[in-house]
């Protein structure tokens, strides 16, 4: 019940910002959830022996936040690298020689993994499609992480990666595949539904082919994210990321599918722009 009441809240609390609020307080979202997540990481880092400063961490992600919300274009590989060289700088003078490097890539890596992907504003036209592209992303993905966590619980039977994660079976897999396609169609035809009685909110310009074949891409990256996280947390031998979800674990715990399920599909979207086969 715990764990239920926890994501029934947090669902309406994303949602209700998704839709009902303006795109800057989705970016506060988003920075306060990356700031979050990435101070679990900075703990699992500290557990490798890598110390990851926190006066530098959180600032260094306010910044990537505030630099894409005021210049969208261009602006991220810059600003990734004038912070890793600060980072390089600051280890280079503090740190143990031996942990130099390593320090160094993890503090990087913090942002490239976490923050990075949070940062990346979704594509906004006519009809402000950002908000249908982050509603599909999630249904994607958090139907497609019940399905696995149901299917995979009462009839999971063959091991999917025991190195990384003695959990997760072939049969939640399976199962979460088809959660993500379930919930994809769902949203194909309930915009159907909605541009029927004139309203676009959920107008989606693709066959139903290709929605499919987007929610099994994005599904498969989620399923990647939520073991190379789990290869995190094993190396640091801690069960979950943190503590602040009721139920859940850690922060980093719920949106580890999201870290690369969302820059993958940005990715599609260039493609799709790229080779001239629509709009989403």
Known sequence: MKRILTAVVLI??????????????ITLLAAVIAGLAAYEYRQLADRFGLAIPLWWLLPAIALMFLATSLWPENTQLPVLTALALLLFGINGFRAPLKVVLPATAAGLFALVYIAYPLTRPPPRGPRDDGKVLLLFLMVCVWSGDIAALYIGKNFG?????????????????????????????????????????????????EPLWQVLLLAVVLNAAAQVGDL????????????????????????????????????????????????HAGRF
């Open 228 to 275: 190379l996280e789990s290869a995190i947390k094993r190396g640091a031998d801690v069960k979950d990321s943190g503590t602040m979800l009721p139920g859940h674990g850690g922060i980093l715990d719920r949106i580890d599918a999201l870290l690369l399920a969302a820059p993958v599909l940005w990715y599609a979207l260039l493609l799709k722009e790229w080779f």
């Open 157 to 205: 039977k063959r091991k999917l990666a025991p190195r990384l994660s003695p959990g997760k079976t072939w049969e939640g897999t399976i199962a979460s595949l088809l959660g993500s396609m379930l919930a994809g169609a769902a949203v194909y035809f309930l915009g159907a539904v909605l541009i029927a009685h004139g309203s676009t909110v959920l107008h989606i310009e």
């Open 12 to 25: 309406a609390l994303v949602f209700a910002v998704l839709f009902l609020g303006q795109l800057w307080m």
